[in-house]
């Protein structure tokens, strides 16, 4: 690699790549694009990545960096992307990162990162923030709330304290600052009108709830375990269906490709007998309370019958399970299939089996969200 000194783009993503991160990437000084994410790279980034003053977009996400973020990617005046997340990460983020004038996404999101939040930072071009899952303390500088550029926050589950203030114009979309220890009254937040996703739960705010209708595009709010004086309404099932579905249907259709898609690769005529998903009345009944999982329990009502063709009623009477944990692929394969013999193709299938069958468990309690079933099919 060491001779491509003209390359511009690198993407090995989802290669499963493992060892050190290599800080031989940094002499390719041509490099606009690098994009090493979701890989298994282990080790610190290498201060000389900061070299790389081309680059546009740095992506090492969902791998497992540790150490901390060095400040010498400040160097990288032209980037816009930087995107750290999902990896083991800690120490502060550098307040050098003020020096990226071109930085438009920002994710440090799901590391142990601590230490407050720079202020610098609100001074960007931002336009999306997501530091979400740290252990990231301090006060939130009211300025983050006036940064008209910004459409996406997302400061959750940190030890956060403080306020926001917004004013107009306010593009926020997507505004979560759940799970810290804010409080006092969000000043101004009805001039983001913009809002489709807003979470505010778990902290210790005041006040008066904020009314539905001053945010006619807001498809999901979190308002709970604060101490705010009456109740949010005019959410319609339509609209909370509408965000329940842009959430599932990628997830459920990404896994019907996956499942077709190894039909057709061995045995394409397996198919042109039978359909193998069947209509048929959910075990589930309609006078108990719907939540988020019963939607849940649906997807993995699908997952199932996409995997073994039958519904997944008929499994529970022909298995002495209670989990699936212990059920090989031949017990529960299309019967009309070869049985894989590609160890990956077998690891992926039994991985969407064990997560399809945890969302049917009999307590909903037991099931799992739909945010780590993500994880789980995205690992």
Same mark, same amino acid.
């Given at each position: 690699?060491?001779? @491509?000194?003209?390359? &511009?783009?690198?993407?090995?993503?989802?290669?499963?790549?493992? %060892?050190i991160?290599?800080?031989?990437?940094?002499?390719?000084?041509?490099?606009?694009?690098?994009?090493?994410?979701?890989? &298994?790279f282990?080790?610190?980034?290498?201060?000389?990545? %900061?070299s790389m003053?081309?680059?546009?977009?740095?992506?090492?996400?969902?791998?497992?960096?540790?150490?901390? +973020?060095?400040?010498?990617?400040s160097?990288?005046?032209?980037?816009?992307?930087l995107?750290?997340?999902?990896?083991?990460?800690d120490?502060p +983020?550098?307040?050098?990162?003020? *020096?990226?004038r071109?930085?438009?996404?920002l994710?440090?999101?799901m590391?142990?990162i601590?230490?407050?939040?720079?202020?610098?930072?609100?001074?960007?071009?931002?336009?999306?923030?997501?530091?979400n899952?740290?252990? *990231?303390? %301090?006060?939130?500088?009211?300025?983050?709330?006036?940064?008209?550029?910004l459409f996406?926050l997302?400061?959750?589950?940190?030890?956060?304290?403080?306020?926001?203030?917004?004013?107009?114009?306010?593009?926020? &979309?997507h505004?979560?600052?759940? /799970?810290n220890?804010?409080?006092?009254t969000?000043?101004? @937040?009805?001039?983001?009108?913009?809002?489709?996703? *807003?979470d505010?739960?778990?902290?210790?705010?005041v006040?008066e709830t904020?009314? =539905?209708? $001053?945010?006619?595009? @807001?498809?999901?709010?979190?308002?709970?375990?604060?101490?705010?004086?009456?109740i949010?309404h005019?959410?319609?099932?339509?609209?909370?269906?509408? @965000?329940?579905?842009?959430i599932?249907?990628?997830?459920?259709?990404?896994?019907?490709?996956f499942?077709?898609?190894? !039909?057709?690769?061995?045995?394409?005529?397996?198919?042109?007998k039978? +359909?193998? /998903?069947?209509?048929k009345d959910?075990?589930?009944?309609?006078?108990?309370?719907?939540?988020?999982?019963? $939607?849940?329990?649906?997807?993995?009502v699908?997952?199932?019958? +996409?995997? =073994?063709?039958?519904?997944?009623?008929?499994?529970?009477s022909?298995?002495n399970?209670?989990?699936?944990?212990?059920?090989?692929l031949e017990d !529960?394969?299309?019967?009309?299939?070869?049985?894989?013999?590609?160890k990956? /193709?077998?690891?992926?299938?039994?991985?969407?089996y064990?997560?399809?069958?945890a969302?049917?468990?009999?307590?909903?309690k037991?099931?799992?969200?739909?945010?780590i079933?993500?994880?789980?099919?995205?690992?």
């Open positions: 690699m060491a001779n @491509l000194s003209k390359t &511009q783009h690198t993407d090995l993503s989802y290669k499963n790549f493992t %060892g991160l290599p800080s031989q990437v940094s002499c390719f000084r041509n490099l606009v694009i690098v994009d090493l994410s979701r890989n &298994q282990t080790g610190t980034i290498h201060p000389s990545f %900061g003053t081309n680059l546009t977009l740095l992506d090492l996400s969902t791998n497992q960096l540790n150490g901390s +973020i060095p400040k010498e990617l160097n990288m005046q032209k980037l816009e992307t995107n750290l997340g999902d990896n083991k990460l120490g +983020i550098p307040s050098s990162f003020g *020096l990226l071109n930085l438009k996404l994710n440090l999101s590391n142990n601590n230490g407050p939040i720079p202020l610098e930072i609100a001074y960007l071009n931002l336009q999306k923030i997501d530091v899952h740290n252990n *990231l303390v %301090g006060l939130i500088h009211p300025e983050f709330g006036m940064v008209s550029r996406y997302d400061f959750s589950s940190n030890q956060l304290s403080g306020n926001v203030s917004f004013k107009k114009p306010c593009n926020f &979309q505004l979560d600052l759940s /799970i220890l804010m409080t006092g969000i000043s101004g @937040l009805s001039a983001c009108s913009y809002l489709e996703y *807003l505010i739960s778990s902290n210790d705010f006040g904020l009314k =539905v209708s $001053d945010f006619p595009n @807001l498809v999901f709010s979190n308002l709970s375990q604060n101490h705010l004086t009456g949010v005019g959410h319609s099932l339509r609209k909370k269906l509408t @965000l329940y579905l842009s599932f249907i990628p997830v459920i259709v990404g896994i019907c490709f499942v077709l898609g190894y !039909v057709c690769y061995y045995r394409p005529k397996a198919f042109t039978k +359909i193998l /998903i069947e209509a959910h075990e589930l009944a309609y006078s108990m309370v719907v939540t988020e999982k019963c $939607d849940v329990y649906s997807f993995g699908v997952a199932l019958e +996409i995997i =073994v063709g039958k519904h997944p009623g008929e499994l529970l022909s298995l399970l209670s989990t699936g944990q212990e059920t090989s !529960v394969l299309v019967p009309q299939l070869p049985h894989p013999s590609d990956k /193709i077998q690891l992926d299938i039994s991985r969407v064990q997560v399809a069958w969302c049917i468990l009999k307590d909903p037991s099931r799992p969200t739909m945010r079933v993500s994880q789980e099919l995205s690992r």
